[in-house]
């Protein structure tokens, strides 16, 4: 089963780590930004979880990389799954 919660400060660290040695060239950027606190408050990182382990994680900001002609906002972006967990969906019947 997975998990799916908002990062605290018990699992920041671990995210944090976790985003930095992560496939994906764009998880160094999220690192970056929680080491920084770059996140408003009411702003959040998910961290997907199965078995205790960080399976993913993702944000909900109020910008993101789009340029200004676009006011969307808030966005959902830094989608990361591990390549181990990807195309295992699951359905309810």
């Known amino acids: 089963m997975m998990d799916i919660t908002i990062v605290d400060d018990k699992l920041r660290n671990a995210v944090i780590s976790y985003a ?6 764009a998880g160094k950027e999220l690192a970056r930004l929680m080491r920084r606190n770059e996140f408003k408050d009411w702003e959040k990182v998910f961290a997907v979880c199965k078995n205790g382990r960080i399976a993913g994680f993702c944000t ?3 910008k993101d990389e789009l340029s200004p002609e676009y ?5 959902i972006g830094f989608v990361f799954v591990d390549e181990e967990h990807r195309g295992n969906r699951s359905r309810k019947k």
Do not use: A, D, H, Y
């Open 20 to 25: 930095e040695n992560c496939s994906w060239r």
């Open 60 to 62: 909900l900001t109020e």
């Open 71 to 75: 006011p969307f906002t808030p966005f």
